[in-house]
């Protein structure tokens, strides 16, 4: 199995309820490895363009300014399939329909505010480290 890195979130709702450390236990008792993490507030024309892809759905403003409310922390997480792996321990986007056990299961409160992000493919993990995070941060 491949070893890959993927880009999550931890989203404003769980920074705001002290959930970081819960979350990354999550992660980590996974068999994730959390190698970047940091804690930044995002402007509102930040978030519009890590979300460009959603630039026409009709909750793109409210979830642009949801990710701009607060602080959020975003991390690079590795492992054997981390794409897939994170986003089976995020569990589904609606929490109403995440599985047992998953973070969103657990957290999340709404549809939008469902507590973190995980990329969705390699391209776009690639993407979204290349956004948030340097080289010089990702020492492995
Ligand atoms: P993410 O991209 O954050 O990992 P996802 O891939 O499960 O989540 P997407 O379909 O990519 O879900 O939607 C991106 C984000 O937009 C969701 O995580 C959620 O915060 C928000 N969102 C999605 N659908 C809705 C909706 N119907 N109403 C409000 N916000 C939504
Ligand atoms: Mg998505």
């Not at 404003?12 to 236990?25: M, S």
């Not at 630039?55 to 949801?66: I, N, S, T, V």
């Not at 589904?92 to 995980?118: Q, W």
């Amino acid at each position: 199995m491949a070893i890959e890195r993927t880009f999550s979130i931890i989203k404003p709702d769980a920074t705001r309820r002290n959930l970081i450390g819960k979350i990354n236990a999550k992660f980590e008792e996974a068999g994730l490895r959390i190698v970047a993490q940091k804690r930044i507030h995002m402007t509102k024309a930040q978030a519009g363009v890590f979300y460009g892809v959603h630039a026409e759905r009709p909750f793109f403003d409210e979830l642009c300014e949801f990710m701009c409310s607060e602080p959020i922390v975003v991390q690079v997480l590795e492992g054997e399939n981390a794409i897939s792996k994170n986003r089976e321990v995020m569990g589904a986007t609606n929490p109403a329909d995440a599985a047992e056990g998953t973070i969103r299961f657990e957290f999340a409160k709404s549809v939008g505010e469902n507590s973190v992000h995980g990329s969705d493919a390699p391209e776009t993990a690639a993407e979204e480290i290349a956004y948030f995070f340097s080289g010089l941060e990702l020492v492995g």
